[in-house]
């Protein structure tokens, strides 16, 4: 900052550091992978409790559960490269936006039987991936006008 004749001071004319596309992709790319393969490990490991909380099978939970563990392990090596694939990163989000998608689907049709806990839950997950998926599109943009 700067002082004015008067002592006031002012913002100065510096413009603020920014983080490059790439520290941003990384981020929200790995900030997915501990979220996604999180969730699926809880399902693996305490499926019965929580189909039993959600309302839903617990055999269709492991399977959920291993296909989660398995993507957010490989968005984790996606997010240790220090200039991730821009290919892969458009598959994460895509993955992300469909997944998103059926969730609401899912939700608003009753297709898994899940109890009003379980379809609280599907439409959070889905309102936390759309928004990794928005994040990641955004910082990808940003990466590549930066190469």
């Not at 309302?55 to 200039?83: D, E, H, K, M, Q």
């Not at 998103?100 to 959070?124: D, E, H, K, P």
């Amino acid at each position: 900052m700067t002082t004015t004749a008067h002592g006031s001071s002012r913002l100065s004319d510096t413009p603020a550091p920014t983080t490059s596309g790439a520290t941003l992709l990384r981020r929200f790319l790995a900030l997915d992978a501990v979220v996604t393969t999180g969730n699926g490990l809880i399902y693996l490991a305490f499926s019965s409790w929580a189909a039993e909380l959600l309302g839903v099978n617990a055999t269709a939970l492991v399977a959920i559960g291993a296909f989660l563990t398995a993507f957010g392990l490989g968005v984790g090596v996606l997010a240790l490269n220090t200039r991730p694939s821009t290919v892969g990163t458009t598959v994460v989000a895509d993955v992300n936006i469909v997944w998103a998608v059926a969730s609401v689907a899912v939700a608003a049709f009753g297709l898994m039987g899940a109890n009003t806990i379980g379809t609280l839950w599907t439409l959070a997950q889905a309102a936390v991936v759309g928004g990794f998926a928005g994040l990641q599109l955004y910082a990808l943009k940003k990466y590549k006008t930066e190469r």
